[in-house]
């Protein structure tokens, strides 16, 4: 077994030991909105998962770029809403063009075909083709520092106003969500991606 001491790895190593293991990872695929410029940001990102459901939480850790926030951070630390979308096998594509390093003032969505739609509680609009997206509004930011004070990343807990499902996806009888038809794309390492795969079921001991 090969062992490693972080202590010793660059930072380019830690992340491909990281990102090669803790997969798959779900994608977090965010529109912010960029008031000055009036546009909307959208960007992919996999350090994503839920925190609470006492309170309807979603963490997203999004990394700095040589110490400088990406346009989703700065948007989100503004005006503290965004829309969280998941990300379906369908709109792969899509997905990775929004994922361009573009300046602050230009949209990611004008890589693609995708459309805007207005929603419900938050000012930033929506990417209507998307199966499910969350309206969330900023909860808490926690800037993560490296050993010299510096930030790193910009984790955030975003709270869940709004829950927007599209009915192929949803059983409203059952309230489940349907995996098979959602076909939820994931995050590997490098620029490689999975689909969900073959499900099966395990039933949790009771004592």
Do not use: C
Request: negative net charge.
């Amino acid at each position: 077994m090969h062992h490693f001491k972080t202590s010793e790895l660059s930072n380019k190593q830690q992340y491909k030991l990281l990102t090669g293991s803790v997969i798959p990872r779900p994608i977090a695929w965010i529109t912010t909105l960029n008031e000055e410029a009036g546009i909307v940001n959208a960007a992919p990102f996999s350090f994503f998962s839920v925190a609470s459901n006492q309170i309807p939480l979603l963490t997203v850790s999004i990394l700095r770029s040589e110490g400088n926030p990406k346009d989703t951070a700065v948007n989100l630390l503004k005006q503290k809403q965004a829309v969280v979308h998941i990300v379906n096998r369908a709109l792969a594509e899509d997905m990775n063009e929004t994922s361009a390093p573009l300046k602050p003032e230009e949209s990611e969505i004008n890589r693609t075909k995708l459309s805007l739609v207005d929603s419900s509680s938050v000012s930033v609009p929506a990417i209507k083709e998307s199966l499910i997206r969350f309206e969330t509004t900023l909860y808490q930011h926690i800037p993560i520092k490296n050993a010299e004070g510096e930030i790193v990343t910009d984790h955030f807990l975003l709270n869940v106003t709004d829950v927007h499902l599209d009915d192929s996806v949803f059983d409203p009888e059952k309230e489940y969500i349907l995996p098979e038809i959602l076909n939820p794309v994931s995050r590997l390492s490098g620029s490689a991606y999975s689909e969900l795969g073959p499900l099966f079921s395990i039933k949790r001991p009771t004592n």
